[in-house]
Structure formats: C-alpha cells, structure tokens
C-alpha cells in the first residue's frame, strides 16, 4: 500500500512514513491509493482487537503482524471500561455507538491510545534513534487524551498548550492533574485560535528545529491529519455493524445509515473508509452545530470560510476549517492539481467551489444539516424523558440531524448514531437540559448520577481528589522558550 499526498501524487511514502510526518512537506495530506476490502463473513466471529489487527494490517503494510498485535493490546487490553471498547445501545428504532469509554470519556481516546504505539514502531521501522516531542494546542478533549495516551510512552515526551480561559473546569483539571515523566501541561493566556497558531508556528521555526536536532529529537502532532489517528477509527463502524447482524437486528449485507457530529471531518472519514472496504453503509449523515460550513458545503458545493466562529454548546464541533475533507475531496476527484487548487483559493479567499459533477458525487452519499444550541438541549431532554437515555450535547446534535433526515423519507434504513463524548464531561448543558445547573460541576455528577442512575466514568469520578501536577501558565511569546527548555532537559 501507497499512501500519496493530495497535492501531489508524485509525492509517496510508506504507512510508518506518513505516521512519523503527519503531513506531508507541501502541505497535502497522506491519503491510500487504493482502499483494500474487507470479508465481513470472516470478521463475524472477531472481538474487537481481532478485528483491529485485522482492518489495520490492510493499511500498515511495513509493520509486521506481530508489531500491529502489540500495538493493539497495549492500546486496548485495558484502557477501556468494557471489553467490547465501543458498545452499541438500542434508542427507539435506532442505535447509539458509544465511543466514549476509553480514559479520558471522549471518543478521541479510540485513536489516541494507539497512535503512541503506531509512532514508537514507526521509529523502529525506519530504524530511527530520533526522539519526538509531541506538540499539542488544545480547545478541551485532544489535550487529555493526548497526554493519556503519550504519558510514559519512551522516547516521546508531550506539551499541551491549552487557552488558560477557554476550557471547562473538568477539562481543565483533567490536563493539569496527569502523571507521567513526560508531560508538560501549560496555561496559555489567550484563546484556543492564538494557541494554536503559536504552535503551529513552531513546527516550521527554524531555530527550534535545529535545537530539537541538536537533541536528537523531532517534532510530531497528535493531530487528526495524521493517518495514524484515521485508521484506527474504521475498526468501531465495522465493528457495529458486524454487532447489528449478531444481534440480529439486520441481516447481513443489508443497508444502514450512520450519523456524525462532525467537527474536522476525521470521524466521519473514517466510517466512509469502512464502506469502500465492503460495509453496506448507505448514507453518512454529517451533523454539525451553530459553526454550519459543512451542511453548507454538502447542500451547495461551495466552502466558504468567511464566517464568524459561534462558541457553541457542542464545542469540539465549533471549527471553520475542516481538515480532513481534504481527503475526501482528493478521493472523490482522484485529482491531486484540482485538490491543490481548491486548498490554495481556501487559503487565499477563503473558500473554493466544487463541480457539479463532484457534488452530485458528494450528495449521493452524504446528508448534512445543523442544530441550533436551544435544539441541542431539546434533545438531550427529549430522549431522556422519552427513552431514559442520557446524551451529551455533540451525540444530541447527531440525534437531532438524523430525526431532520428521517423527516425528509430518503430512506428508512436502520441507523447508527456516534456517540462522541460523556455526558459528564458537559455537565453544564446536560443538567440545564434535564435539571438545573449549579456553579460546581463535581456536585452536578453527583446530582446527576443520583437523578439518572447513569453511572459517573471512574475517570471523571476520581478527578476531584486527584493533585494538581501542572501550575504554570504562560504568555504567547513564552510558548517557544518553553519547548526549548522541555527539550534540553533530558
Ligand atoms: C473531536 C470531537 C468531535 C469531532 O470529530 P471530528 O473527527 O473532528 O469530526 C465530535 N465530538 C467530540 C466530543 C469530539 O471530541
């Protein structure tokens, strides 16, 4: 297997290449150039890490079978609350994918337990003796399961810039209270887009790269532009379907829809990736909040960028740019020239319009639409009264999308609906939609676990009593001192 930049197809690497550069040196992203098939009949009798080696293999084909097993068992043999990883629960007629029962309650945990482990061998494939220092700006949930992930990996160490402003005080105590040699968790005074370019600009500032060369050592992003998060996100759409037809509720071969909140495209991605490697996925519906560029796009072809950020209930969702439609595009065009004239009228218009030819491509297999926050918290209310089960808000907007499409009779299929995070992570937004809200989150869980009987996360439990490891906030300007004196320290 190949894996080609969207930009330039001329430019290849092998499955460790990509994982140990993210991106590729023009820009483009890493995407396959053909997508290998799957024998569902074959994965019936799998669990989920059986199945895990056996979708990953396809890809990383400069790993062994052997290092592919390792990396899975040491992500997932007991990291998780369940041993099913990713359960799927039963809501009226339809069914919700729980992707949040990894360390950190949100869905990001699946790929961010093994990306470590994807890096580490990676090194050793290209029998590198480099060091990588894993730089991360954080809007809440990437920043936690990022340090979870990396934390005590060898020869990683791991910074996570978050806006000291600008995250919930569960989020936030999550990243400060982290164990392990070798995290550093920094409060940066400014906001999430002021983080992220400061670190953005890190990874092509000479200066720092020459003194991480100095040190043996490279930078790498635990990004969603980087393969290694995409690929183990297709293993949980086979998997619920596969469970579908175990239980009997399809047969096998027979059509579903999946639903998404989609925020940077890398979720949903992954699912249409399962489909082209044989799981009858009919239509991928992309659910997105107030921050409506993708239903836009989906419904027009045109992607317009210029548009006010909203700060929204659904925060993980609240982007502008969407990365990894990149790929998508590339795929569905299978031409690199045009990807890469659309990425620069992006970058210098802020927008870029598709043929009509692609966008009848596009809408054969993707719905869009959007919820408003007020309908966000509708729902979480709605099918807690009606059907006991509690969501949180990015799962609600995806529930909420899939009722707009089933209004519109496209078809009755059955469907899958992700679900992105615990509802205690957003304690604030479910209690106002079922309850009340207090100033205290902790006494929030307490009082909603009491009033529902939904079950705190052990994590999020254990959080309150847990010390507090990472004081130091800093200045924008201090971002690039603090990266030179992680990594002279040895
Ligand atoms: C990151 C995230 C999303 C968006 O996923 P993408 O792969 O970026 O589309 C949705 N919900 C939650 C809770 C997330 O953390």
Redesign the pocket.
Known sequence: MKYLSTRNKNLSASSSMCILEGLSKEGGLFFFDSIPSLDLNECLKMNYLELAIEVLKKFLTDFSEEEISACVHNAYDDSFDTEEITPIVKVKEDWILELFHGPTS???DVALQILPHLLTTSLKIQKSDQKILILTATSG??GKAALEGFKDVENVKIMVFYPKDGVSEIQKKQMVTTKGNNCTVLGVDGNFDDCQKAVKQCFTDEDLINILSDHNTQFSSAN?INVGRLLPQIVYYVKSYLDLVRRHEIEMNEKINVS?????????LAGYIAKQMGVPIEKFICASNENNVLTEFIQTGIYNANRTFVKTN?P??D?VV?S?LERLLYWLSQDDALTAQMMTSLKEKGQYEISSFMKEKLQKEFYASCVTQKETEEMIQKVYEEDHYLM?P?TAVAYKTLLDFKKENINSYKTIVCA??SPY?FMDTVMKSIDSTSEDEFEMMERCEKLTNVKIPKNLKNLKNETVRHHKNISIDEIKEEVIRVVSHD
């Open positions: 949100a869905f990001k949930d990437t969603s998404v909140p989609t925020g940077n495209f890398g979720n949903i659904s993980s969702m982007i969407s990894n949180d990015h992105t995070a992570k």
